[in-house]
């Protein structure tokens, strides 16, 4: 018993990919547009530390669209994962 234990551990070992190829490619286009959200969402440079300007922190661009866009990324992340291959 012991003996038939170990063929089966020996048995043949899956080398497929976990993921097609087409699945990789959508994953690093949502990684990419991750990264872009994130990017959107960084700050601007300011000379002088002491004061803070409302206008540029809280514009647009920082607290709807970025948000927006990286949501966007991970969902084609998600929807890249639970993708089924082409046959």
Known sequence: MIKETKQA??????TRPVFAKDNYK???????????????????????????????????QRITLAPIVILLGLAVEVFAIMRKPKQ
């Open 26 to 60: 959508l994953m690093l286009a949502g990684l990419v547009i991750t990264v872009i959200g994130f990017l959107l969402m960084t700050g601007g440079y300011n000379d002088d530390a002491t004061k803070f300007k409302p206008e540029e922190v809280y514009s647009f």
């Open 9 to 14: 551990e020996k048995a043949v070992i899956d």
